[in-house]
C-alpha cells in the first residue's frame, strides 16, 4: 500500500516569493494534517481536515498561509509571501479516524524541506 | 504553560540500560495518547498507542496517568537502534498536539 506522498521533498526560494507543497494521503484516509517542523522541535500543526472540511485552523498563519482540500483527497499548502522564518520542513499527515473525537495513528510522509533566502 | 511538555535531553545511556520518559499534557480533555519515534531528517512514526491500562511492545512499556496528566515510556535493554527522539502526542476534541521530543542516544 502506498504510504501519503509529498512534492517536491526539497525548495528552495527567495523570500517574498510564493510556495506551494502537495500532498496524497493514504487512501480512504479521511482526516489530513499539515505540520511545520523546525529543527530541534515537535511538529507544530497547522491545519486539520476531516474530508474537505478544516476543522482546526487555528495555528495557520492566514496573512500568508492558505490550504485546500477541494474533493477531499489530496491537498495543497501554500506561502504567499515566504519569509525568512518560514524556513522549516513542512508535513502531511493522514489517519482514518472515527467519529466521538478519538484519534487514530497518523502516517507522515516524508515531508518537504524549504529554505527562505 | 506547553499542551505538551517534555524534557528534550538528550539522554545518553549505555547499551542494554533502562530508560524512561514523561511527558505531562494540559488539556484534562484529551482521551488519544502515542508514542511516536523520530529518527534524524525522516519523518515520525508511530511508536505506541497508550492506554489507560498501559501496554507493552516487548521492551517498550507505555503508562498513562490521568490523575497527574501524564504518560510515560520506558525502554528495556537500550539497543544502539533505539538512539532518536521519542516525541509525546496527546488529542482532545478537535485539537492533536505533540510534544517537542526527547533525544536518546545509546552508546556502545
Known amino acids: 500500500e502506498a504510504g501519503v506522498v509529498q512534492s517536491p521533498r526539497y525548495k528552495i526560494i527567495e523570500k517574498k516569493q510564493p510556495v506551494a507543497f502537495w500532498c496524497n494521503p493514504i487512501s480512504g484516509h479521511n482526516t489530513l494534517y499539515w505540520y511545520r517542523q523546525n529543527l530541534g522541535q515537535g511538529p507544530e500543526l497547522l491545519i486539520r481536515y476531516e474530508n474537505e472540511e478544516a476543522v482546526d485552523d487555528s495555528q495557520l498563519p492566514k496573512d500568508r498561509f492558505s490550504a485546500e482540500r477541494l474533493k477531499g483527497v489530496d491537498s495543497t499548502l501554500k506561502i504567499q509571501p515566504a519569509e525568512l522564518g518560514d524556513s522549516a520542513v513542512y508535513l502531511c499527515?493522514?489517519?482514518?479516524?472515527?467519529?466521538?473525537?478519538?484519534?487514530?495513528?497518523?502516517?507522515f510522509g516524508p515531508g518537504t524541506r524549504l529554505t527562505v533566502l | 504553560r506547553k499542551e505538551v511538555e517534555q524534557d528534550p535531553g538528550p539522554f545518553n545511556v549505555p547499551e542494554g540500560a533502562t530508560v524512561a520518559f514523561n511527558c505531562t499534557y494540559s488539556?484534562?480533555?484529551?482521551?488519544?495518547f502515542f508514542w511516536y519515534r523520530q529518527d534524524c531528517r525522516k519523518e515520525p512514526k508511530l511508536l505506541m498507542s497508550?492506554?489507560?491500562s498501559g501496554n507493552e511492545d516487548g521492551r517498550f512499556t507505555a503508562q498513562l496517568n490521568r490523575a497527574s496528566q501524564y504518560i510515560s515510556l520506558l525502554i528495556r535493554d537500550s539497543k544502539l537502534s533505539d538512539s532518536a527522539t521519542y516525541l509525546c502526542?496527546?488529542?482532545?476534541?478537535?485539537?492533536?498536539?505533540f510534544g517537542i521530543g526527547t533525544k536518546l542516544q545509546v552508546i556502545p
Open positions: 488539556n484534562s480533555a484529551s482521551q488519544s
Open positions: 499527515a493522514s489517519s482514518l479516524d472515527l467519529a466521538g473525537g478519538l484519534y487514530n495513528e497518523q502516517f
Open positions: 502526542v496527546s488529542g482532545g476534541y478537535q485539537k492533536v498536539t
Open positions: 497508550v492506554y489507560s
